[in-house]
């Protein structure tokens, strides 16, 4: 399968402090894209890394990319409690787009 | 999961023509669903948010007037992409928020199988 896994499963953080998730798939990609979703509301992208690219930043977020092991991490720095949503990985094959299990973060004011 | 049709599958129109996309929710009643647009090779990016018997929500940078959206039932929504020009070709994918696991983080959406549309 190539549906991406997550890790951790849940978060929680106190606000302030830098949040990091993973996100671990199985084939090669052509790129991979973070997205976020608030309770109730549709996934908003977030950063889109291609297979050629180690590393993006976007604000503050750090999004990196390691092709050999196969894994991607999202990095969110000075987190805020607005930051409290799922996070979910998705890799884009070109012929298939998966998402992965997501990650829960919980920024605690 | 929950079963999401889209219809139709596969649209090609003359620019200038509209096209209606019908999003349905098989297995439950959804009072939210979302519209997305994906370029190859690209992102999902979240169009508008469809509320059952109220007005869409649409994101920033979406004309509301270009894409109308109809959630007139609790199983249908529907996005009409008005007076389509070359440049809305894309894949346009429906998603159905599962409202038994709604009200906290990590709600459930089921997608849709997608319809692509292609503007001449």
């Known amino acids: 399968s190539q549906q991406g896994e997550e890790d951790p499963q849940a978060l929680s953080i106190q606000e302030g402090e830098n949040a990091t998730m993973n996100c671990s798939y199985k084939?090669?990609?052509?790129?991979l894209q973070w997205y976020r979703q608030n309770s109730g509301r549709g996934l908003v992208h977030l950063i889109l890394?291609?297979?050629?690219?180690r590393e993006k930043h976007s604000g503050r977020l750090r999004v990196t990319l390691d092709t050999s092991k196969k894994s991607s991490s999202l990095l969110i720095t000075a987190s805020q409690a607005a930051d409290t949503a799922s996070y979910f990985c998705?890799?884009?094959?070109?012929?298939?787009?998966?998402f992965g299990t997501g990650t829960s973060l919980t920024v605690i004011p | 999961g929950a079963v999401v049709s889209q219809h139709p599958s596969w649209v090609i129109c003359k620019s200038g023509t509209s096209v209606k996309i019908e999003c349905r929710s098989l297995?439950?009643?959804?009072?939210?669903m979302f519209w997305y647009r994906q370029f190859p090779k690209q992102s999902l990016m979240l169009m508008a948010t469809?509320?059952?018997?109220?007005?869409?929500?649409?994101e920033q940078g979406v004309e509301k007037d270009k894409f109308l959206i109809n959630h007139a039932s609790l199983t249908l929504s529907t996005l009409t992409v008005t007076s389509a020009h070359p440049e809305d070709s894309s894949f346009y994918i429906c998603?159905?928020?599962?409202?038994?696991?709604?009200?906290?983080?990590?709600?459930?959406?089921?997608f849709g199988p997608g319809t692509r549309l292609t503007v001449l």
């Open positions: 998603s159905v928020l599962n409202t038994w696991t709604s009200g906290g983080p990590g709600d459930t959406q089921y």
């Open positions: 084939t090669s990609i052509n790129n």
């Open positions: 890394i291609r297979s050629n690219e």
């Open positions: 998705a890799t884009d094959t070109g012929n298939q787009f998966y």
């Open positions: 297995d439950f009643q959804a009072t939210t």
């Open positions: 469809s509320n059952e018997g109220s007005k869409a929500t649409y």
